[in-house]
């Protein structure tokens, strides 16, 4: 009879598995950014959703088209301008008239997709951009005072270009805290930008497998949640939050110099759940300090808002995050 230890290992190795088979149906169309994938990977592992950030031409929507490929579930792109409305997004009702009978009939939007693209956020006001976080963090849309259930897995995965800003609209700090990561895309290393090019420019067919559906990442899900965390690592994860929040007991002197607002309790709970999937994805069933340490940039920097002072000296809220794991004590027993 299968022990508990057994379930759990078999657990942790189809996460694995999933993890390799993906990497492998990705790498056929993108190159490098390995550790861009396993923060996306982590996200969709969690039933959580990432907001990615680069320049153009950085392959930002093609990563996400071709995770969509390889996962045999609804895929629809959602261009943002300045006149998108919310009804574009969420669907509206159009009047029928059948035998003579007129009525009102809802026609469903493009956010009724398990994988969304919404390309550059930032580029439309923000009702519209309202319209979208409530059906991430609701999973349902209401119109005319009904209630449409989204399919799940749904899975956000919203782009912007932090160097256009003229005619952008930021995203408030609040609406921010509802992506459990920011992915940050930067530049490839020579060897990776000659593989692309020489890749992109001949006559090779670019083309991946589909190998994994809905279900499949649904007990994904279900299995992170399973994850053990010791209680010290919990009780390190919400100190190292807890350190981000200026005029705290145990604030670092340089939180209060440089930090205009922390994170707050959504900044616990997505580190434990990124380190449970990270954990899982490595082939273990639990959770390590590492995991913590590695996600707390991509889940942090968007959560830690710095003031003047921070601007006028070059400190990035990553450099924050930096000095929090350098500063933050270990547990006692190192784990």
């Not at 390799?20 to 994938?37: A, M, S, Y």
């Not at 007129?102 to 969304?116: D, S």
Request: aromatic share 6%; glycine share 6%; proline share 5%.
């Amino acid at each position: 009879m299968t022990g508990p230890t057994d379930a759990a290992t078999i657990g942790a190795e189809r996460v694995a598995e999933g993890r390799t088979r993906i990497l492998t149906e990705l790498r056929k169309v993108i190159v490098g950014q390995d550790d861009v994938i396993d923060q996306v990977l982590i996200a969709l592992f969690t039933g959580g959703h990432c907001l990615i950030t680069g320049v153009p031409g950085l392959a930002k929507t093609l990563l996400i088209k071709t995770l969509a490929d390889i996962l045999d579930l609804d895929f629809k792109r959602i261009q943002f301008t300045p006149d998108l409305m919310p009804s574009d997004i969420t669907g509206t009702e159009i009047l029928d008239e059948e035998q003579g009978t007129r009525r009102l009939r809802f026609v469903k939007g493009p956010i009724f997709a398990q994988i969304i693209l919404a390309d550059e956020i930032n580029r439309t006001p923000p009702k519209t951009q309202a319209a979208l976080l409530e059906a991430m963090q609701e999973y349902h849309v209401t119109a005319a005072g009904r209630t449409y259930q989204l399919e799940r897995p749904f899975f956000v995965l919203a782009t912007q270009n932090p160097i256009e800003l003229e005619g952008t609209y930021p995203l408030p700090e609040a609406q921010l805290d509802r992506f459990m990561f920011n992915v940050v895309i930067g530049y490839l290393t020579e060897d990776d930008e000659v593989s692309v090019v020489t890749k992109t420019t001949g006559t090779e067919d670019l083309k991946s497998s589909r190998i994994l559906g809905g279900p499949d990442i649904l007990q994904f899900q279900e299995l992170v949640r399973q994850v053990v965390i010791a209680e010290e690592i919990a009780r390190y994860t919400v100190r190292l939050v807890d350190a981000s929040r200026p005029g705290r007991a145990n604030t670092p002197e340089f939180v209060d110099k440089w930090v205009k607002w922390g994170a707050g309790l959504r900044a616990s709970q997505a580190l434990v759940r990124g380190a449970k999937a990270r954990a899982l994805m490595s082939g273990r069933y639990h959770v390590s300090i590492k995991d913590i340490q590695a996600l707390a940039k991509p889940i942090l920097r968007h959560r830690v808002m710095t003031n003047f002072y921070a601007e006028s000296e070059r400190i990035t809220p990553d450099i924050v995050v930096d000095r929090l794991i350098e500063t933050v004590p270990l547990p006692k027993s190192g784990m």
